[in-house]
Nanobody
Framework: QVQLVESGGGLVQAGGSLRLSCAAS????????MGWFRQAPGKEREFVAV????????YYVDSVKGRFTISRDNAKNTVYLQMNSLKPEDTAVYYC????????????????WGQGTQVTVSS
């Protein structure tokens, strides 16, 4: 069992930055690929980024490439999402998720989810 708790969301102006954190319980964190997803009001949950268990591989949705960076610290059982040059269209609830597999852009592949943290970008 893995419990995930996101933090770091908030209100920021367009062009600003936020760093999201996702703290995981359990001693098997380093064996999971970790992903970030987001869901805007009235829209389906959308893949944002994924990182392999070792941190050696990452993958991003095109809309955030060059602006967002996913990273992890297995010693701290934490995965991060650094978000720069934020845009109003980045406004959403952001979720982290754990995947026993190699990591995927498909939400159905993930085994555990956090409760989400709100990110609001004003224009």
């Amino acid at each position: 069992q893995v419990q995930l708790v996101e933090s770091g969301g908030g209100l920021v102006q367009a062009g600003g930055s936020l760093r999201l954190s996702c703290a995981a319980s359990g001693r098997t964190f380093s064996s999971y690929a970790m992903g970030w997803f987001r869901q805007a009001p009235g829209k389906e949950r959308e893949f944002v980024a994924v990182i392999s268990w070792s941190g050696g591989r990452t993958y991003y949705v095109d809309s955030v490439k060059g602006r967002f960076t996913i990273s992890r610290d297995n010693a701290k059982n934490t995965v991060y999402l650094q978000m720069n040059s934020l845009k109003p269209e980045d406004t959403a609830v952001y979720y982290c998720a754990a995947d026993r597999g190699p990591g995927s852009r498909w939400s159905r592949e993930y085994d555990y989810w956090g409760q989400g943290t709100q990110v609001t970008v004003s224009s």
